[in-house]
């Protein structure tokens, strides 16, 4: 088994593209961000994929999506309950240490318990110039979009007050162009996912998008254009056993991703918060941006917290994990489920029961990260409904 | 047991009575209803609870439920139904307890809730609620209503009173939206009965409401009276009062008998034990499991005049503002960014505290996220120290009573 990965990483490697690696070193080193810093731009965090990241990017401000790079998180836990998720853990540990000192900002979000409550947390341990929690509604109705448009509205004016500059709507309309862009690049890229011999690895996508909010999104469109048509050229891989799907929220460490791909699993679909759930779903390019982003963030089916009135909220995910599974004829799941996520914990039962027909793999994750551990369950997953 | 800890004679207010009759009328109200075809809900924390009573509904609570399943043993059963069906271990236990409940009758200790028309999720206090409402309406097959509220802010609300939740002020946005939600789900509850809501009775069950609501603030102010009044063991079940009986008259009975109860040991400066040695503030959710160990610290001479979960649940209403008094019930520190602690504490410094003891509600994000903030506010505006103890309100098994007896002793010894 041990040769024949050895073999297998490195067929892979002989055709490997640069650019996730390129694009990953930006979230390992933060580099692009410091650059920007350099240059005077104010750096904001964002707490969650629901931040509407357009109104901080029309301000001039650089949005970054906050995700810890602690491996382990003895000062967040002093702070924090330790069964609380490791997204929570590592983000506050992160700003303990003073790794997160070239932030200009925190954006929250009221989109679940937790959350809510790590940006309290995180702003009253951690001091920032400037902090805000966007009120996000948690029934999708014709109220709700009403107010979620003034909310964000108001938002983009505390932060436009703060940064000393004018709030400027055909600006915001020009940065909902550039994410939308993103998001169709991204689409593309996400697409090459899917063929019988998929351009890209699961470990590989998750580069990318880890580079993604790290990165001014004007630049990552840039750097993809420039490699999308050599990656859409490249041979693809053939070496895999089983194409797997990948469920989860905010998970985003490679090394697993990679030991998946390592035994013979090739990822050729997620839903995860941090991956496919952070770029699906465009915003409107209409004369009411507010309006257009609030429908966007609303309604995102990728994300799992807010309902239709007297409409179960997991249908919407569940649709939208079966359509992601449905077109890259995925074989069999693995879910990650971070043993303190309140929104895995709360869906897991009905996802793995609406998914019953596929092969599953539920591994329960906690940091640190103990690769050895998931191992044998992985290899022995994919011998059994592998090729 | 340290030695110079006896244990001390233990004199409660007395209210155990006085809940037997407010629960035997509570029940009674509800096989009436039964009778009369009346339609089921279920309700959480922090929801209006006065249209309950305004619109004759039978009510259940899951919250109250599982407290009940696990003061008699059944909860660590339908927890482990739960996760057997997948839900995860850190998930609320009244959930999980609920939850297996719903699956497992058999295995919860009767008699169970009826079973619901319709369920009522409200944002007062956690997503979670609304979370639950979900999953209960649709393993029950049954339509469910959200009530929106935001997570309140200085900015918002300004400051706030942490007794009668009275702020300086609500942004009109805010405050809109909330009412809207509102009038939703007086809609929604007149889809349900069939019938339009009456307004009179509207402003009836909010005079009540208000009276009850008065002596409610009085009795937990009382309680930091010098010496303690009153012991936690029977103030915690205050909640069921202030969260979900609120607006009825049977509320309204307990609340004037248990007000004179208080009045008269405060007047006369009896305490519930004879030598109070310590005062303690507490908070997070009561381990119903457990509920013994209150008695336990009192009888060593620490006294709790301060139960801020308690204190969470009670809100002053004012019947001529009756949707500004719903949206108020919302606010309270466990609902709102952590300025909002400081005025909490501040309201409590006449207690005269001497330290601490938290509950750390494993698998409840808003009273466990919110502990070390707020034991670290209370060192740094009160002097005061906290022990804090892994709680989870209806799991015994992760909180062992003798260890947190060992610990509540060893804890109490540093004190002064």
């Not at chain 1, 309309?173 to 063929?195: A, T």
């Not at chain 1, 941090?274 to 941006?289: K, L, Q």
């Not at chain 2, 009173?161 to 929604?188: A, M, Q, R």
Request: aromatic letters at 12%.
């Amino acid at each position: 088994m041990c040769s024949k990965r050895i073999s297998n990483d490195a067929k892979r490697n002989k055709r490997k593209n640069t650019m996730p690696d390129h694009l990953y070193s930006f979230f390992l080193t933060k580099s692009k961000i410091l650059e920007y810093k350099k240059a005077g731009r104010k750096i904001i965090g964002t707490l969650c994929n629901s931040v509407p990241e357009e109104i901080i990017h029309s301000l001039g401000a650089v949005p970054t999506r906050l995700l810890g790079l602690s491996k382990t998180t003895e000062n967040a836990d002093l702070k924090l309950p330790r069964w609380l998720c490791s997204y929570a853990r590592r983000i506050l540990e992160d700003g303990l240490r003073g790794d997160l000192n070239y932030l200009d900002g925190v954006v929250g979000i009221t989109s679940d318990d937790t959350k809510m409550r790590l940006y309290s947390t995180y702003t009253f341990y951690v001091k920032n110039n400037f902090s805000y929690i966007i009120q996000m509604p948690y029934v999708r109705s014709e109220n709700s979009l009403k107010f979620f448009s003034m909310e964000l509205e108001r938002f983009a004016h505390k932060l436009s007050n703060h940064l000393l500059c004018d709030f400027n709507r055909d600006r915001l309309k020009e940065s909902i162009k550039i994410y939308n862009k993103f998001r169709l690049l991204c689409k593309e890229v996400c697409g090459l996912r899917v063929n019988d011999t998929p351009k890209i690895c699961g470990a590989d996508w998750m580069k990318i998008m880890l580079g993604s909010i790290s990165t001014l999104k004007e630049d990552f469109n840039k750097i993809v254009e420039d490699e999308l048509e050599s990656l859409k050229d490249s041979e693809g891989i053939k070496d895999y056993k089983l194409r797997v799907h990948i469920s989860g929220t905010d998970f985003y460490d490679v090394e697993l991703l990679q030991l998946i791909e390592s035994l013979g699993a090739i990822i050729v679909s997620d839903d995860l918060c941090t991956a496919t759930g952070y770029f699906s779903g465009f915003v409107n390019e209409g004369e009411e941006p507010f309006e257009d982003l609030a429908e966007r963030y609303l309604s995102c089916s990728a994300c799992t917290f807010t309902a239709h009135p007297n409409v179960s909220l997991i249908k919407d995910r569940i649709g939208f994990i079966k359509k992601e599974i449905e077109r890259s004829k995925a074989d069999a799941i693995i879910i990650l489920r971070d043993k303190g996520c309140e929104i895995y914990g709360w869906q897991c039962s009905s996802i793995m029961e609406e998914l019953q027909d596929f092969p599953i793999l539920l591994l329960d994750i906690d940091t640190p990260i103990s690769l050895e551990q998931y191992k044998t369950r992985i290899e022995a997953f994919i011998e059994s409904y592998g090729d | 047991m340290a030695i110079n800890m006896k244990m001390q004679e233990w004199n409660p207010l007395g209210y155990k009575a006085l809940y037997k009759e407010l629960f035997k009328r509570h029940l009674a109200r509800q096989e009436e209803l039964l009778k009369r075809g009346r339609p089921v809900g279920w309700f959480f924390s922090f929801h209006p609870s006065e249209l309950i009573y305004v619109f004759d509904l039978v009510s259940a609570f899951p919250e109250q439920y599982s407290a009940y399943c696990a003061a008699r043993g059944s909860s660590t059963d339908l927890i482990d139904v739960s996760l057997s069906m997948g839900y995860g271990h850190f998930l609320c236990d009244y959930f999980k307890t609920t939850i297996g409940s719903i699956v497992k009758p058999e295995k919860a200790t009767p008699p169970t809730m009826p079973k619901p028309d319709f369920i009522i999720g409200s944002r007062g206090l956690c997503i979670a609620h609304c979370e639950m409402a979900d999953v209960f309406a649709r393993f029950n097959k049954v339509p469910f209503y959200i009530v929106n509220y935001p997570y309140w802010t200085r900015y918002m609300i300004g400051r706030h009173d942490g007794f009668t939740k009275v702020p300086e002020k609500i942004d009109e946005t805010y405050f809109e939206y909330c009412v809207e939600s509102l009038k939703g789900l007086i809609d929604f509850l007149e889809g349900i009965t069939g019938e339009k809501m009456s307004e009179d009775k509207f402003k009836d069950v909010f005079r009540v409401a208000e009276d009850t609501s008065k002596l409610l603030v009085e009795i937990i102010h009382l309680m930091m009276s010098k010496p303690t009044p009153g012991s936690q063991r029977e103030i915690c079940d205050l909640v069921f009062v202030a969260f979900f009986a609120l607006g009825s008259t049977y509320a309204y009975d307990f609340a004037r008998e248990a007000y004179n109860l208080i009045r008269d040991k405060v007047k006369n400066g009896v305490g519930v034990v004879p030598n109070e040695r310590y005062r303690l503030l507490t908070f997070g959710i009561m381990p119903w499991h457990s509920l013994t160990l209150y008695e336990y610290c009192e009888r060593l001479g620490a006294t709790f005049p301060v139960n801020l979960y308690v204190n969470e649940s009670v809100h002053l209403v004012e019947a001529d503002k009756p949707f500004e008094s719903m949206v108020r019930r919302t606010i309270h520190f466990t609902n709102a960014d952590y300025e909002m602690i400081y005025d909490v504490v501040e309201g409590v410094k006449e207690a005269d505290l001497d330290g601490a003891i938290l509950f750390e509600n494993t698998g409840c994000r808003v009273t466990s996220m919110i502990i070390k903030p707020l034991a670290d506010i209370l060192e740094e505006e009160l002097g005061i120290p906290s022990l804090i103890i892994e709680a989870p309100q209806c799991d015994p098994r992760i909180m062992s009573l003798d260890r947190a007896k060992m610990q509540i002793e060893a804890f109490l010894e540093t004190l002064k």
